[in-house]
């Protein structure tokens, strides 16, 4: 049964309609009557009330009020107002509070029924979907197979070498893969991702994660068999495994159903990435690496499309793929500025190049224009423009196509490395420069302070630990070791005048212990202050 009470400070009013409306029959129990919005609210607090059916003007309290602090207070409560015709303005801030209906005086009964109705069926439709919302929390704790998605987390990542282990494990998931089908991955990501994350509570969160899985799987299983995990915050990883080479027409079709099945479901427009397909399962980091660089397109094409990378060939012996390991080293050979490793490195990739004899033309230039926007990129990440290294890439983006040597190639590309390596270590040592002069700045406008190496860090936008290693690397000194020569060089200054007492001075400079001060003047300069003031005086 639900819970009524009524509201109206005219009793004809409050007891007719509690006396003379079959409430029963709709599953309505009345709770009770009052005569104004005060008493009505204590009652509320105190009987919890499914509904309120109550007039809109009353003294003290009227409905509108009262509907008000409901609302406030966040009690679910569904309101039916009364009024008289005279009271349209009323009725209009009554729709705006929410209310379900309203219902003029004089009351008509058969009107009533049909509010009522309504206020039933809404209710009974709320009720429906707690109800399906409790089966899903429940059903989504059930889902969750830790160790399978730990597994194909750690497949896609780093992939399984071992093909025994590989294939236990998939067995002991009750994963059905065909080790001698074909396999291809798609990345699904969410456009406009992270404002729409902010307003999501956690719940809600948790529960778009679950339908996204579970939608991109049921379209799936209608094709192909595959498997569907979140790999981190916005990814969600497809692994399909397809029959026959055909199938491969089908991945295009899946994606799009997927992408339109999210669009209308849950209103979600989503990117996907698409990588080609290999029979090697262990191959699977590789596919993962190139349908994420295909989603890495969005910031180019545009969202809600359907990116494929064509670039990954298992069954052709003389394509030479600059993989996952050749990347990531020769990145961190640029980021680091490490000139002595880049010409070792260089020369294995273009020794691997020359060892393929069948590789093409179109192939190595290829790796080439790889290798120059991982640069490239780095120039930008580390905020570095100068005029020469522009001129030279320019040059090598109009001269690449044209060369027909590998040895024409790798010069060009060389000179240009070399070029940017000098120019990243010289704005890191300027830079060093700066936070250091920085921080000695600071130290020298804050030493009578009791200034931490936080509070400098925060100054300079830094963490402790990095200014730390910049100072002592470049002064060869730690920041507290200076901040106390600095103290100590102003205590001395001011010793040679007699009129500043001892303790005025230990306060001058940032000491609050004129003892802990004494102490580490004697170890500064071999003299506590009375014995150096004495003998300079």
Not at 277 to 297: D, G, M, S, V
Not at 486 to 494: I, L, Q, S, W
Not at 498 to 506: E, G, Q, T, V
């Amino acid at each position: 049964m639900y819970k009524l009470l009524i509201v109206d400070d005219e009793p004809s009013i409050r007891f007719g309609l509690r006396d003379y409306f079959e409430w029963s029959s709709y599953g309505i129990e009345v709770i009770g009557t009052a005569e104004d919005g005060s008493i009505a609210h204590q009652m509320i607090m105190e009987l919890h009330p499914d509904i309120i059916l109550t007039d809109v003007q009353m003294p003290r309290m009227d409905g509108i009020t009262l509907t008000q602090e409901l609302i406030n207070k966040n009690l679910n409560i569904k309101t039916i107002f009364i009024s008289g015709h005279n009271d349209i303005d009323y009725v209009k801030s009554a729709l705006r509070l929410d209310a379900l209906d309203y219902i003029l005086k004089p009351i008509d009964m058969e009107e009533l029924s049909r509010v009522v109705e309504k206020v039933i069926a809404l209710m009974e439709t709320e009720k429906k979907l707690i109800k399906q919302i409790s089966r899903m929390k429940t059903t989504l704790a059930e889902s969750m197979p830790l160790l399978k998605e730990k597994f194909f987390i750690t497949l896609v990542r780093d992939g399984i070498e071992n093909e025994e282990t590989l294939q236990k494990r998939l067995d002991f998931l009750g994963v059905h893969f065909k080790s001698n089908a074909l396999f291809s991955i798609m990345i699904i990501s969410i456009d406009h991702y992270f404002s729409l994350n902010h307003d999501m509570s956690e719940t809600n969160k948790q529960l778009t994660s679950f339908c996204i899985i579970n939608i991109c799987k049921e379209i799936i299983d209608k094709y192909v068999y595959g498997q569907v995990f979140e790999n981190k915050q916005n990814e969600y990883v497809c692994i399909l495994n397809l029959e026959k080479i055909e199938d491969e027409e089908i991945l295009f079709t899946i994606a799009k159903e997927i992408k339109d099945e999210l669009l209308t479901l849950l209103q979600l427009s989503v990117t996907i990435g698409m990588a080609k397909t290999t029979k090697n399962l262990r191959a699977l980091p590789e596919l993962y690496h190139i349908a994420h660089e295909a989603i890495a397109q969005k910031l180019f094409l545009g969202k809600n499309k359907i990116i494929t990378m064509d670039s990954f060939e298992t069954n052709k012996r003389d394509f030479f793929q600059l993989n996952l390991q050749k990347r990531n080293k020769f990145s961190l050979i640029i980021k680091a500025g490490n000139e002595h490793a880049l010409s070792p490195f260089l020369h294995e990739l273009f020794q691997d190049l020359e060892d393929n004899r069948n590789i093409t033309l179109k192939n190595c230039q290829n790796i080439c224009l790889q290798l120059m926007l991982i640069c490239s990129n780095i120039l930008l990440e580390l905020e570095i423009y100068h005029n020469e290294l522009a001129e030279m890439e320019n040059n090598i983006w109009e001269q690449l196509f044209k060369m027909e040597t590998l040895l024409d190639m790798k010069s060009c590309i060389s000179d240009y490395f070399h070029k940017s390596i000098f120019y990243i270590k010289e704005k890191r040592r300027s830079k060093s420069d700066n936070i250091v002069n920085r921080i000695k700045s600071i130290i020298f406008e804050n030493y009578n302070q009791n200034i931490t190496i936080q509070e400098i860090a925060s100054k300079v936008y830094l963490t402790s630990t990095y200014i730390c290693m910049i100072f002592k690397e470049e002064t060869g000194e730690t920041i507290n070791e200076y901040l106390t020569k600095v103290r100590m060089e102003k205590a001395k200054e001011m010793l040679k005048d007699s009129r500043n007492k001892l303790y005025d001075i230990c306060y001058s400079v940032g000491y609050t212990d004129p003892s802990y001060f004494s102490k580490l003047f004697k170890k500064y300069t071999g003299l506590t202050p009375s014995n150096y003031r004495d003998s300079i005086i």
